[in-house]
C-alpha cells in the first residue's frame, strides 16, 4: 500500500469489494452438474485475466469516486487548509505520511467543528489556549503524539497530575466530531490541531499541519515523570532531555517560546525565592522588581501555615496552589515578550533563566527578542517536528470513541 491515505485505501477496499461481489453474481450456480457449466460464461483464463485487472486497479488507483459532500458551512474562525506530505517516525509509523488533506472525504467538517468550538472555549476563558498547548507538548514528548496524555495513568502521572488544562475542550471538540464522522477523527489529532488552534488565535503564527495520527494503546504511569523536563533544570540537562527526542538548541529555545501564554504553580519555582540549589538562599540571577512580585504572590507567612486549599507547604514555604503567569507583560498573547523578558532576567522558571547560560541559546534568546518574525518562523518548524514524533498511523493504534477510554 506504500503511502497511501487511509482514506484512499477505503476506496481501493471498497472498489475490490463491489468487482469481486460482480464476480460472484457472474458465477453463482443455479443448478449442480452440467447445469453449472453450461451457465458459466467465464473461462479459466477470462477469469484470470480478470483477476489481474483488478490487482492492477489498486496500483494505478482506478476505483468509482463516490459522491460526498463538497461542501460545509463556512465560518469566520477557518484556518488556512492547504495539501502536502509530512515526513513521519517510520519505524513506528508504517511508512504511511501525515497530509493535510487526510481527512477531506472521511470528515470534511473536520476543521470547522475544530476552529468554532475552540474559538468559543478559549473566548471563555484565554487561560484554555496555554492549557491546549501544553497539552500537546506533554502527549508528544512521552511516548509520541498517539494522545496517551488523555487517559487516566499517564494523565494522574507527575507533572500531569491536576495540572493539566483545556481537557473539557478535546472533549467538546470530539463530541462534535462523533456526531459529524462518528469513529473517523483520532484524539491525538484533535490534540495537534487544538494546540496550532490556540496558537493562531493567540496572536501566533499559523503552521501547516499534516492529519493521519492513529490513538495508542499504551498506558504507563510512570512515563511522564521520567520523559518530560523539569522546570528546576539546568540549561545541560534540558538541552539533554531534547536531544534524546531528536531536538536541537533551536527547537529547544523555539518551542520554551510558547511560554509567552499561561501561567505555572508557585511550587515549580519556589526554590529560586529562597533555596535556590539549596544553597538557602535566592536566585542571585532573578530581576529585583520580579523577585518582590513573586514572592509576595507566593511565599507562606510560615512554615506552619498551609495554603488556603490545606495543602502542605513546598520546603521552601511557597504556595501549591497559587499560580503566576509565565509572561508579566503580556500573558493571553504569543508573542516575543518572553524573550525579552528572559534577557532581563525576569523569567519565572529556572528554565527560563537557564536559557542564558549557554551561549547558543543565550545568542537564540537575543535574536527572538530583538526579531519576533524570526521566532515565528522556528517556532512554526519545531512545533511541525514535535506533532510529528512517533506517530502511529495507519493500521496501527485506534480511533478512539471517547478520547479519555480505549475502545
Not at 208 to 232: H, Q, T, V, Y
Request: charged share 15%.
Amino acid at each position: 500500500m506504500g503511502t497511501r491515505s487511509l482514506g484512499e485505501h477505503r476506496r481501493h477496499q471498497h472498489c475490490a469489494s463491489e468487482t469481486m461481489k460482480v464476480i460472484r453474481q457472474k458465477v453463482q450456480p443455479n443448478g449442480a452438474g452440467t447445469q453449472r457449466s453450461c451457465k458459466l460464461q467465464i473461462s479459466a483464463s477470462a477469469g484470470i485475466v480478470l483477476i489481474f485487472a483488478i490487482l492492477a486497479s489498486f496500483s494505478i488507483g482506478i476505483c468509482p469516486q463516490f459522491p460526498t459532500s463538497s461542501t460545509s458551512a463556512t465560518s469566520s474562525s477557518t484556518l488556512p487548509f492547504m495539501s502536502g506530505p509530512f515526513p513521519s517516525d517510520t519505524a513506528s509509523s508504517s511508512n504511511y505520511s501525515l497530509t493535510e488533506d487526510f481527512y477531506a472525504i472521511l470528515c470534511p467538517g473536520l476543521l470547522n467543528i475544530v476552529n468554532e468550538t475552540l474559538t468559543r472555549a478559549i473566548s471563555r476563558n484565554a487561560s484554555v489556549a496555554a492549557g491546549l498547548l501544553r497539552l500537546a507538548f506533554h502527549d508528544c514528548f512521552v511516548q509520541g503524539c498517539d494522545g496517551s496524555v488523555l487517559l487516566s495513568p499517564e494523565l494522574e502521572d507527575g507533572p500531569n497530575k491536576n495540572s493539566l488544562r483545556g481537557l473539557e475542550a478535546i472533549n467538546e471538540v470530539k463530541q462534535a466530531l462523533e456526531s459529524e464522522c462518528p469513529g473517523m477523527v483520532s484524539c491525538a489529532d484533535i490534540v495537534a490541531l487544538a494546540a496550532r488552534h490556540s496558537v493562531v488565535q493567540s496572536g501566533g503564527p499559523y503552521y501547516a499541519l499534516g492529519l493521519g495520527r492513529r490513538d495508542g494503546f499504551i498506558m504507563n504511569g510512570s512515563l511522564a515523570s521520567a520523559e518530560l523536563p523539569k522546570p528546576d533544570l539546568n540549561i545541560s540537562s534540558v538541552l539533554n532531555h531534547f536531544s534524546r527526542k531528536g531536538f536541537n538548541e533551536t527547537d529547544v529555545v523555539s518551542l520554551l517560546g510558547a511560554h509567552t501564554i499561561g501561567q505555572t504553580k508557585c511550587s515549580n519555582f519556589g526554590g529560586r525565592l529562597c533555596n535556590q540549589e539549596g544553597t538557602g538562599m535566592a536566585d542571585p540571577r532573578l530581576n529585583a522588581s520580579l523577585f518582590l512580585q513573586l514572592t509576595t504572590t507566593c511565599i507562606l507567612d510560615s512554615p506552619m501555615i498551609n495554603d488556603v486549599n490545606g495543602a502542605t507547604a513546598s520546603p521552601c514555604n511557597s504556595s501549591q496552589t497559587t499560580t503566576v503567569s509565565l509572561d508579566f507583560d503580556t500573558p493571553t498573547v504569543f508573542d516575543n515578550s518572553f524573550f525579552k523578558n528572559v534577557q532581563q532576567w525576569r523569567g519565572v522558571l529556572n528554565t527560563d533563566a537557564a536559557l542564558l547560560d549557554h551561549p547558543t541559546t543565550k545568542a537564540l534568546v537575543q535574536a527572538y527578542a530583538e526579531n519576533q518574525d524570526l521566532f515565528f518562523e522556528d517556532f512554526k518548524r519545531s512545533m511541525v517536528k514535535l506533532s510529528s514524533l512517533a506517530v502511529l498511523t495507519g493500521v496501527q493504534g485506534e480511533i478512539r470513541r471517547d478520547c479519555s477510554l480505549q475502545n
